[in-house]
């Protein structure tokens, strides 16, 4: 029994979720807005970062824009 009413009230959070993201497009996200808020560069321990994000920077980095980390 407590199973059931386990998965009812997990389906009803993702229902909810889904309906508030329906009428106001907005995703959930934490409290700080996200580690590129902080100053974190990525979120890995590589030394540098992967192909496809090195080459994004480029991209953004020609245009004038700043790199999206």
């Known amino acids: 029994m407590i199973f059931l009413y386990t998965l009812i009230i997990f389906a009803l959070f993702f229902l909810l979720a889904g309906i508030g993201y329906i009428f106001q497009k907005k995703v959930i996200n934490g409290s700080c807005g996200g ?24 991209i953004a980095e020609l245009r004038g824009e700043k790199g999206q980390n």
């Open 35 to 58: 580690l590129a808020n902080v100053g974190v560069d990525k979120v890995c321990s590589c030394e540098k970062p992967c192909f496809k994000r090195r080459i994004k920077n480029k």
